[in-house]
């Protein structure tokens, strides 16, 4: 069974810029997560998807932060402008259900200057 | 508001020991607690969880143990072996399968 993809798995750019992370999560599970993890830190949720709808993206910074779930599979999160404090590893994951064991991607590491 | 706190931030241990982890939670609506590990350039995985019905789960060299009243858990690892060296995190998650809220990782280094 394959994994969670994610690309690029490293993405440098300048404060103001622009980035966009792709995440395909594994074949048939319907809840999809997208997490920032800050260097020494636990992952923090950013938004979690059910099918193509969004369940919670409470902590999602919506000035700058969006993501979508096209037709409830491929999902991509996108920084716009990016900040120097957005520097962290985004990971994505999925899972069968949401009550069902959460299956985490490789990550995007980003490094914004 | 950290919701869940997580002891020590890292941690050495010679090959043959008991690693041992813990955290302390403090939201009463958290009922699943999982333990992931991390090695570096990979995401985390899920390494063992339990619900709070129970107070000890234990599969192979891990085991949870589970303190209700105390709002604490933590994570034994028998036996530590090089290749457990990675970061773990313990997680509480809200009913009806709500929001994962994780710790903020405890580095484990197993010497050889």
């Known amino acids: 069974e394959a994994g969670v993809a994610q690309s690029p798995r490293y993405k440098i750019i300048e404060k103001r810029q622009s980035v966009a992370f792709w995440c395909n999560p594994i074949?048939?599970?319907?809840?999809l997560y997208w997490y920032q993890q800050i260097l020494g830190q636990g992952p923090k949720l950013l938004i979690q998807?059910?099918?193509?709808?969004?369940?919670?993206d409470s902590q999602l910074p919506k000035d700058r932060f969006s993501a979508e779930r096209l037709k409830g599979v491929d999902s991509t999160l996108k920084i716009q402008p990016a900040k120097l404090e957005d520097s962290a590893v985004y990971l994505c994951?999925?899972?069968?259900?949401?009550?069902?064991?959460?299956?985490f991607g490789p990550g995007t590491r980003l490094t914004v200057l | 508001q950290q919701q869940v706190k997580q002891s020590p931030q890292s941690l050495i241990v010679q090959k043959g020991g008991i690693s041992i982890i813990n955290c302390a939670y403090e939201?009463?609506?958290?009922?699943?607690f999982p333990w992931y590990q991390q090695f570096p350039g990979k995401g985390p995985a899920l390494l063992i969880a339990?619900?709070?019905?129970?107070s000890e789960k234990k599969e192979g060299r891990f085991t949870i143990s589970f303190n209700k009243s105390a709002k604490q858990f933590s994570l034994h690892i028998m036996d530590s072996q090089p290749g457990d060296s990675a970061t773990y995190f313990c997680?509480?998650?809200?009913?009806?399968?709500?929001?994962?809220?994780f710790g903020d990782g405890t580095t484990l280094t197993v010497k050889p």
């Open positions: 074949s048939g599970h319907a809840t």
């Open positions: 997680a509480a998650r809200g009913t009806n399968a709500g929001k994962s809220t």
């Open positions: 994951a999925s899972s069968l259900v949401a009550v069902n064991e959460q299956f």
């Open positions: 998807f059910q099918n193509n709808g969004v369940v919670d």
């Open positions: 939201n009463t609506a958290f009922d699943y």
């Open positions: 339990i619900r709070p019905d129970v």
